[in-house]
């Protein structure tokens, strides 16, 4: 405790948001907030200085001294991942060497997921590839009677996912660069990826095999982007290699070791046991099924285990051929059942003692969040003119999101027009292509602002992210209705959004032709119940095949207006009459949001 009465914090010279916040026991959200008041735009994955970081810690009573890491290299940048920071805490005696873990980046179609299964398909170990019955997401191979375990998650969303939650699990990246293409966007983010999770990289220069592979005109882009090529006196280790062909495999499992044997890949078998989730799915007939890879200690089936908000006791565990597996050791993926909940890919998983302390742990945690969620300002599109009528606000922010460069240009270009003179002035925080991520929700909750959609998607963690932080996105595949509704928003016309809201399933059994009536269906209401003023669509094999209304629904030869699940009825649809035994009937009504 200082002598002014705050506390103090230690934190190191660069920090994400997101840890900030974790270490202060704060919402990353007051602490964007709190950059913003001081004209810091950054999002919750973003890394600033000490001096930044300083006065955020200043506002919320802590008195902030920089962190000495006496085994950090002053070369290396970015925050030490909490796994490796728990790993340091074991008693250095007891740290025994573990298998490097690798994944693997690079740019679309320079032949990252051809490359993982050359090496999976040649070298996976203890057998043959077709051994493998199921894909966890990793999986281990031998090189010279020694493990490397491979994240087959070439994806940057995957990778960035697990790196912004303080876990991101690699020890070395392999960069895949084409030999025919060079450096190329995506090449570059996933070196800047790499660099900022403190990993080395090895570069597999790949498609040798093409007439119009140029290597040295590569090297030299490598070169540029700070990857200097050992052949060309740098550190780089630059391993030529054929994915498609199977050549120069070998080569780069012996450079992975090479570079493994000068980094310190250690663990302690015996100690707590801690990982992370690759990732997590619902399974119909196993439940919620979870993808860990183990840090430290050794995991057993029995044990309960906690990630994010999801714990539970391990009913089964298997390695990535689907055998059944006791334990598991350091740098071991193993999928896993027995969670009571879907994880987020990245979360943190530690072993409690019993399934009391990890209910209290997941509890505490959910409370937080609630906390969060009931402190935190919630806005629409719909309440924006409510609020510029009584003072409070003259300004709409935005975060714009669109597919391509040639859409966004002119929806900000429109959106800007809109704005000018107006009573309301248009702010457009943040403006990119790609799909609606978690980063893009998080910049709205904290700023008061509104995600709007131009033939993109809002993927799942920010759908989740959305409704539980109150922030409003829109999507649109037409510019000028996307123009439209923000113009009536300016001037409180706007409507409320409609939703669809599916009120019952059900499904055909047999069909009759009834004259003066055409093909009537005989149906079962599985689940809700079906409306005789409602809109009905059927499917067939998954695809939609009729949308309209019931021309008439009857149960027991009766007029009825309703027909609950479990009970049987004669349906006929308006103007079609294509109905076959086994079509799906989806029942549903359209309601105006809040």
Not at 70 to 85: A, D, F, H, N
Not at 135 to 143: D, N, R
Not at 361 to 368: A, C, G, H, P, S
Not at 389 to 412: F, M, N, T, Y
Request: with cysteine; aromatic share 4%.
């Amino acid at each position: 405790m200082s002598d002014n009465g705050s506390k103090t914090i230690e934190l190191p010279a660069s920090i994400t948001v997101r840890d900030l916040a974790q270490r202060m026991q704060a919402s990353p959200i007051q602490v964007i907030k709190i950059l913003m008041s001081n004209g810091v735009m950054a999002n919750i994955n973003q890394q600033i200085d000490f001096d930044t970081a300083a006065v955020v810690a200043s506002e919320l009573g802590y008195e902030a001294q920089p962190e000495v890491y006496e085994e950090v290299e002053e070369k290396e940048v970015g925050e030490i991942p909490l796994w490796r920071q728990l790993i340091a805490k074991e008693k250095p005696e007891a740290l025994q060497d573990r298998p490097p873990v690798v994944t693997i980046l690079g740019h679309v179609d320079h032949g990252k997921t051809t490359l993982l299964d050359a090496i999976r398909d040649t070298n996976v170990a203890g057998g043959e590839a077709g051994g493998i019955t199921q894909h966890i997401g990793a999986y281990q191979v031998e090189h010279k009677n020694r493990l490397i375990t491979f994240l087959d998650t070439p994806g940057h969303a995957a990778f960035t996912a697990m790196r912004s939650r303080g876990a991101q699990g690699a020890d070395i990246v392999v960069l895949v660069v084409a030999a025919n293409d060079g450096v190329m966007p995506q090449t570059r983010e996933a070196i800047a990826h790499a660099r900022a999770a403190r990993v080395p990289i090895i570069v597999a220069m790949n498609k040798i095999d093409r007439p119009d592979a140029n290597p040295d005109f590569t090297k030299k882009q490598l070169a540029e982007v700070g990857l200097v090529p050992d052949d060309w006196d740098g550190d780089t280790m630059v391993v030529p290699v054929s994915a498609k062909l199977r050549k120069g495999i070998d080569d780069l499992l012996e450079a992975i070791l090479l570079v493994a044997d000068t980094l310190d890949i250690k663990a302690n078998p015996e100690g707590r046991v801690f990982g992370t989730v690759i990732e997590a799915k619902v399974d119909r007939a196993k439940g919620v099924v979870a993808t860990l890879l183990v840090y430290n200690g050794t995991l057993e089936t029995g044990d309960i285990v906690v990630a994010g908000k999801a714990y539970g006791r391990i009913r089964a565990m298997f390695d990535f051929r689907g055998r059944k597996l006791r334990k598991a050791g350091p740098s071991t993926p193993v999928q896993i059942m027995g969670l009571n909940d879907v994880p987020d890919a990245g979360e943190l998983f530690l072993v409690y003692e019993n399934e009391r302390e990890a209910r209290t742990v997941v509890e505490e945690r959910l409370q937080q969040q609630q906390k969060r969620l009931a402190s935190a300002p919630k806005i629409s599109l719909e309440e924006l003119f409510n609020k510029v009528q009584s003072g409070e606000d003259h300004e709409l922010r935005l975060i714009i999101k669109a597919d391509v460069q040639g859409s966004l240009e002119p929806i900000i270009s429109s959106l800007n027009e809109l704005g000018k003179g107006g009573e309301i002035r248009i702010n457009i925080l943040h403006a990119e292509t790609g799909n609606i991520s978690e980063n893009d929700v998080m910049l709205a909750a904290a700023s008061n602002a509104i995600v709007v959609g131009f033939n993109v998607q809002a993927d799942a963690a920010a759908r989740r992210l959305a409704e539980s932080e109150g922030v409003s996105i829109r999507l649109y595949d037409i510019i000028y209705r996307l123009t439209e509704d923000i113009e009536k928003a300016m001037k409180g016309l706007l409507e409320p959004e409609v939703k669809e809201v599916i009120i019952g399933h059900g499904k055909v059994l047999a069909t009759f032709r009834i004259s003066k009536v055409g093909v009537v269906a005989g149906c079962r209401v599985l689940s809700g119940e079906f409306r005789r003023n409602a809109k009905v669509r059927l499917r067939r094999e998954g695809t939609i095949i009729y949308e309209g209304e019931f021309a008439s629904l009857k149960h027991e030869k009766e007029d009825v207006r309703e027909v609950r699940a479990g009970f049987e009825c004669g349906a006929a649809f308006k103007n079609f009459n294509d109905i076959a035994v086994g079509d799906e009937i989806e029942c549903y009504i359209f309601e105006k949001g809040s």
